[in-house]
């Protein structure tokens, strides 16, 4: 699928839970692997993601959306740092 672990990375970048996944301290590197297939997923098939598209499975995930997690200017970074990942 395009572009899981490159997702993955940039979740885990973003971390919105404060997780530090993959460090000593952390979670497993792989903490958000599912939501980063799901959002590599709509990569794979529209060629971009919206901050719905995120939301939506960040409310399907963890009941509520990635905007009331790290707020609208981070959510929209990350948004577009994901759909540079879908562009050749």
Sequence with gaps: MLGVEAVLSALNEADPYGLQPGSPAGVPVDEYAREACDIAEILAQQGRVSQD??????????????????????????????NSLARP
């Excluded at 939301?55 to 009941?63: A, K, L, P, T």
């Design 53 to 82: 598209d995120v939301d939506g499975i960040w409310e399907s995930w963890f009941n509520e959306p990635l905007v009331d997690v790290i707020g609208i200017a981070e959510v929209t970074a990350l948004v577009a740092r994901m």
